[in-house]
Every structure is written in C-alpha cells, then in structure tokens.
C-alpha cells in the first residue's frame, strides 16, 4: 500500500485537486487506503504498487468531485407551503438580499448610528413589530418555543402560570408545553377539561402564587364536538379585574387578514393586542413568510423585564436572521401588493387555473424524461398550509401522478429524490404525485433530471 505521503505528492500533479487543502487531500486519501484494505480483505485483487497508487487517486478524484454540501437546494413537489422538514417558508427577495448585505459587510447590528455608542439589535425591528402589531414594544429571539421559554421564564419563575388543558400543546420534534414551562421554573396549574374551560376554572385557580394567565392557539388540531373555551376577550377581563398579565401564544401569528387573500381565516396579531393581550408570541417563518425566529410584542415594562433577562442573550438572533426579518416586515408595511413580493403569500393563493394551465407541460416533461412504461397523469388534489398553520383546512391544487406497473410508488419516490436537485413528492393512494401548487416553473424537471430512468 503506498503510504500517504506519496499519495499526496501524487495528488499535487492531478489538476482536477490542487484546490484542495492539504488536510481534506489526507482525509479522502486515508479513506480510499481504508476502502482498497477491505476489498483485500474480502479476496478483491489490488494489483501491484502503483496500481494501488493509480486506485486511490481515481477515488480521491471521484470522491472530490462527488462531494457535494450537506445542506441541498430541492424542489418541493410535497405542494406543503410551509415545510417544517424543507425549511419551512422561502424568504421574499428583499430579505435574501438583506442577509447577503449583512453576510458581505459590516452592520449597526448593535451600534447606535446617532450617538455614536453601543445600541440594542432588537431596535432593528422594534418600530416595524410595533407600527405592524400596535404593541408598545417587541422582542425577537430564535424561534416562537424560545419565545415561550424566555416569557414564562422572567415573567414567571418560581410563580404559577395557568392553563387550560385543551391548550397543553404538543407540536413536531415532541415539543410539548408543559416541558417547556418546566424548563422555564414556572409551575403548570391545568384548569378546565380537554374539551370545556369556563371563566370560573380560571377564576377558581387564581392565587397569591398566579403570575400569569397563558392562552395557546392550537396550531396543529382542533377540538369539535361538545366543547367550550374561554375567550382572549374574557381572558383579560379576568386578569384586569385581578392585576394578572395575560400572555397569547398564537403560534403562526398573521400580521394580515388571510380571508381577504380567501383563506380560512388566522388570529391577527394586531387584533390580540387590540383585545388587551399584555404579551403575544408567533413564529417569523410561518404564516409571516420570513426567516426562523420567534417573536413576542406587549406591553412595554413586561417587553423590558424579557429583554433583561440574563436568557434572552443565549437566544438572541444573529445578524442574518434580523436583516432577513427587518427586510420582511418592511414588505408589510410598503408593498401594496403582498402575493407580488412574499412566496408563502403566493403559494398559498396560486389559483387553479394557473396550476392547470402549467399541468400539460409539467406532465409532457416528465414522461420525455421517464420513458419506458411510466404513466404521468394530472389529477385533481389537495394541498396543505403546514407547519400547524390551518391544520383542519386544505387547498384543492392539481397534482401529477406517477405509477409505473413494475415499480413502487415508494420506490418512484426513491427515484426522484436521486434527481439533481432531489424532487420531493408524496406517495398517495398507491401513486407517486407531484403537487404543482409549490413549483412555479415546469422547467425545474428537466433542470432536476437528464434521464431517471432506472
């Protein structure tokens, strides 16, 4: 076996790898060497010395050549708008080229243009949040459980927070409610049934020991049948009469009305401040279209204790993430046309007769590029919002299905996630389909694949 400095000095007369560092050069040669070993072992014939030599340098090249980063760019054919496992929603271009800005150069991320000394980042989306929301003051840390986690923690350590039990969420990734508010050292008090909670399971609970009254939209189900909850409106009624902050987790968060765009209506956040909602929390990358990131507007001493909290800097975003917010929130205020600038606005309110319009050429392309006995026929489907956005609503959408009499749905799927960039659909009814409400461009099918034929 050459050893490894020969290989490297081999490496250095091969073109296709003087870009490489020294250090990655060494790796991939040691796990060709590892590579060439357990084919010996296994009774493979390795040839003399220098074919080895010749071996490992191919395998270098190829493993060079084939390396591709971790993190790829795909086409989400699943017609899911909000994705959490694809990322969720795509940034309007404003906010990518804010991040690009910010990434490419140095930012007032904490520096006070005006007086010249150290400012806060959250000033960089303070007065947006506010003009947007009509509350005193924001905040903004890593994602909307962060947010739950950093409230609960200044506001109610050590003190009770009262809940009620159709409220006690658990959303993806096992992220449960209760965990979180053991987590923050408040003490959980359930009050009401799964299914009904009165004003007076509230009022009975309340006690020296009540530091907040917590209201939980319930993001990814719904309770029907014989039920009964207790209103924000009531809510605050209660808190006011007994001197206790009320606190809205509204997950999603609308900043617009979404029945105007003609989906099912959302909570405005606007609105729940208006009902005197003292702290409201939602996600950046749901229904608001912008980047990860958990946001909580209120009132301004309740906004103050949060922001001093010795967590709130463990979670803080960093400059990408504000820029790409800022950027967001700046389209709200100034555009006059939303579905024109956000792409979660847009997917969500794609029409059928522009999806149908686009059908042919999607289907044309993709039985050029499958061939053989693949059957590509439009259908007529739904989509879903994601995310626990409207997890009761779905969209009608059109779709492509994709059967081959020999070959599985699972395995088309298999198929197409080998694509380049990998295409991911859903597996339905014994069919693989492609959900064109998320692709606005037919062409990202010949982009994707030469030929997939297996």
Do not use: W
């Amino acid at each position: 076996m050459p050893p490894v400095d020969e290989c490297l000095r081999a490496c250095q007369s091969r073109p296709a790898l003087a870009e490489f560092s020294h250090a990655y050069l060494k790796s991939l040669v040691t796990r060709a060497q590892k590579n060439i070993r357990a084919a010996i072992a296994k009774g493979d014939s390795s040839g003399d010395r220098d074919a080895m030599l010749t071996k490992i340098l191919a395998e270098v090249e190829r493993a060079a050549r084939d390396d591709e980063p971790v993190l790829k760019m795909i086409v989400n054919a699943t017609g899911v708008v909000l994705h959490t496992n694809l990322g969720r929603a795509i940034l309007p271009e404003p906010a990518i080229e804010a991040m690009a800005q910010a990434a490419r150069a140095a930012i007032n991320l904490e520096f006070d243009l005006e007086g010249g000394g150290r400012g806060d980042r959250d000033a960089l989306v303070e007065s947006e949040l506010c003009a947007l929301t009509g509350a005193e003051a924001a905040t903004v840390v890593n994602n909307n459980a962060a947010a739950i986690l950093l409230a609960l923690t200044a506001i109610a350590e050590g003190r009770e927070v009262i809940v009620s039990r159709g409220e006690l969420i658990e959303i993806g990734g096992s992220f449960r409610l209760p965990d979180v508010m053991a987590r923050s050292g408040a003490r959980l008090r359930e009050v009401g049934t799964t299914n009904r909670t009165h004003p007076k399971d509230y009022e009975d609970a309340i006690g020296p020991d009540t530091a907040m009254l917590l209201k939980v939209h319930p993001s990814n189900y719904r309770v029907v049948g014989f039920t009964s909850e207790v209103t924000l409106a009531e809510l605050v009624q209660i808190g006011r009469r007994r001197g206790i902050p009320v606190m809205e987790d509204l997950g999603s968060g609308a900043l617009v009305d979404m029945s105007a765009y003609g989906l099912p209506r959302e909570p405005i956040v606007a609105e729940r401040v208006a009902m005197g909602a003292e702290l409201v929390s939602f996600s950046g990358d749901k229904l608001l279209g912008g980047p990860q990131s958990g946001i909580i507007v209120g009132r301004r001493d309740l906004i103050a204790r949060i922001k001093s909290n010795a967590l709130k800097r463990a979670l803080r975003c960093d400059k990408l993430t504000l820029s790409a917010l800022s950027a967001t929130l700046r389209i709200y205020l100034r555009s006059k046309n939303l579905t024109e600038v956000l792409p979660t606005l847009r997917f969500l309110t794609r029409s059928l007769h522009a999806m149908k319009q686009m059908a042919p050429r999607a289907r044309d392309i993709l039985h050029e590029r499958l061939g053989g006995e693949f059957r590509c026929e439009i259908i007529d489907a739904t989509s879903q919002i994601g995310s626990g956005a409207l997890p009761t609503e779905e969209l009608p959408t059109v779709a492509i299905r994709v059967t081959h009499p020999n070959i599985s749905a699972s395995a088309v799927a298999d198929l197409f996630r080998r694509a380049r960039p990998p295409i991911i659909g859903r597996v339905t009814d014994d069919g693989f389909q492609l959900d064109l409400r998320t692709i606005e461009d037919p062409a990202v099918f010949a982009a994707s694949f030469p030929d997939v034929r297996p």
